[in-house]
């Protein structure tokens, strides 16, 4: 890996961009060109594939076993591969499901060559109650040294993208379709509490599909029909006055707003 690395970043509450950074600092330190750019964001078509010397790289959760709809639309839409290297790193709470093979399937039919994969468990932010902190930072660090041990393995080239998966693309598709539609009747359950919200407008700025508004000056927020069930308005809000489906808690985020906001 002698050329720059476009890395593409989406992460609800903070572990995907916690890891990514950690990933570009290690191959920063090898002598690689890295830049990071918000997923949710970045105009897909403009990615530029097949451009000597670019390697693509890829960080986002496991959602459901897969990853949240828009991330698999970022990655449909991007241009021909024309054979430009790809790796692709996510973080889980627990099991990645149907994810790697179908999105190493999904990249080779586009012209990728897939390079290399690495899942990390972080802390879950689907947390039904609080875990302890001490748990949770435990977790944390053996993620962040993951991402660190993953770095190293690209320089090296020793890093492969070894899962291979039966189940076809088009089949977790139609999987994630349907997780997309329970998402959206799941976020249509998040209300802001009219007597602790101040009207801050941070959910609003946050949500990275644009499905919070507020349909008036000094309103409520209310929630759209296209939740992602990403969990950053929850975890997020400064006045913790939003609530929502039972495990969207917001009980645990990795990073702070602003560095999402720009901040």
């Not at 012209?111 to 290399?116: E, H, I, K, W």
């Amino acid at each position: 890996m002698d050329g720059r690395v476009e890395m593409f970043v989406f992460s609800g509450t903070g572990n995907s961009l916690l890891v990514a950074r950690r990933v570009a600092e290690g191959l920063r330190g090898g002598g690689v060109v890295v830049r990071l750019h918000h997923l949710e964001t970045a105009d897909s078509a403009a990615v530029p594939a097949g451009e000597a010397g670019v390697t693509l790289g890829l960080a986002f959760p496991v959602a459901a076993f897969s990853t949240y709809p828009l991330v698999w639309r970022f990655i449909e839409t991007l241009p021909p591969g024309n054979g430009t290297p790809v790796f692709m790193l996510a973080t889980m709470g627990g099991f990645s499901g149907l994810l790697f093979g179908p999105m190493k399937q999904l990249l080779s039919s586009k012209g990728y060559r897939p390079l290399a994969a690495c899942g990390l468990r972080m802390p879950s932010n689907y947390l039904i109650g609080v875990r302890p902190p001490e748990k949770c930072q435990k977790r944390l660090e053996s993620g962040l040294r993951g991402a660190d041990a993953f770095a190293l393995d690209l320089l090296a080239g020793r890093a492969r993208w070894r899962r291979f998966s039966p189940v076809p693309y088009a089949w977790v598709r139609w999987f994630w379709a349907r997780a997309a539609r329970s998402f959206a009747r799941d976020g249509l359950r998040f209300r802001a509490n009219p007597a602790a919200c101040t009207r801050c407008g941070i959910c609003e700025r946050l949500c990275p599909i644009r499905n919070i508004f507020q349909p008036a000056p000094g309103a409520l927020p209310e929630w759209g029909g296209s939740c992602q069930m990403c969990q950053r308005c929850v975890a997020f809000c400064p006045a913790r006055a939003i609530s929502g489906p039972r495990h969207a808690t917001g009980a645990y985020r990795a990073v702070e707003a602003g560095e999402f906001l720009g901040g």
